[in-house]
């Protein structure tokens, strides 16, 4: 793991940012996240193809404006646009691990979570950044190594507080930062905070799209 400071920014739904010595990576910058999400980031991580996860016109415009960004995600997502970036949209699955713009990343994970037995279930991946920062995409992914810091999906239509709290119990990690929580109304997230935080057994915090912190 990279000794330098980590910062990490929070964009509304499931995209985060992580920045560090002056370099940037984001994952997820679906059709909720601001229309900036990916400016200036060298590395585009995506974790599968639903719309709140992958925006195909701002990859590409990504991809256009800036010969440097590279796009990591697995196949469902990349044969849609490698051939028009040939060599930068790079197709990874579980076990896999490179290096984007000076981040290691770990991936976990092969299957989005059931939305309902008769919905077909399709490829997700996780990333786990420096050996740290989980983000499990659509997935109750476990990852088989120690996480310092879990970007918790908190609410979906695939899930309910009682799977979201043993997943934080499942993973152990220092710390759960809340994703996947722009479906979540400002009435439930005191809930969400005090059964989570209450029951988790890890640090549980969220943050308004925007803010960032120190990891």
């Known amino acids: ?83 028009a970036f ?24 092969e299957l989005h979570a059931v939305i309902h037995p008769d919905i077909p279930r399709i490829t997700n991946i996780g990333f786990l950044v420096d050996g740290s920062v989980f983000h499990p995409g659509d997935a109750l992914t476990v990852p088989d190594h120690p996480v310092e810091t879990l970007m918790l999906p908190v609410m979906a239509p695939w899930s309910k507080i009682s799977e979201v709290i043993d997943y934080v119990r499942e993973v152990k990690p220092r710390r759960a930062i809340d994703i996947h929580d722009a479906l979540l109304t400002d009435l439930a997230r005191p809930i969400y905070d005090m059964q989570i935080g209450a029951l988790g057994g890890a640090d549980h915090s969220r943050l308004t799209p925007g803010d960032a912190t120190r990891l």
């Open 86 to 109: 040939p060599g930068r949209v790079h197709t990874v699955g579980h076990g896999d691990t490179f290096t984007a713009a000076g981040f290691e990343v770990q991936v976990h994970g």
């Open 1 to 83: 793991m990279n000794a330098s400071s980590l910062n990490l920014v929070k964009k509304t739904h499931s995209c985060v940012r992580l920045e560090r010595d002056g370099r940037s990576l984001v994952i997820d910058p679906g059709g909720f996240s601001e229309d900036d999400a990916v400016v200036g980031a060298e590395a585009i991580l995506v974790t599968h193809e639903h719309p709140d996860h992958f925006d195909e016109g701002r990859l590409r415009a990504a991809l256009e404006s800036d010969p440097a960004v590279q796009v990591w995600t697995l196949r469902s997502v990349a044969e849609r646009m490698s051939a």
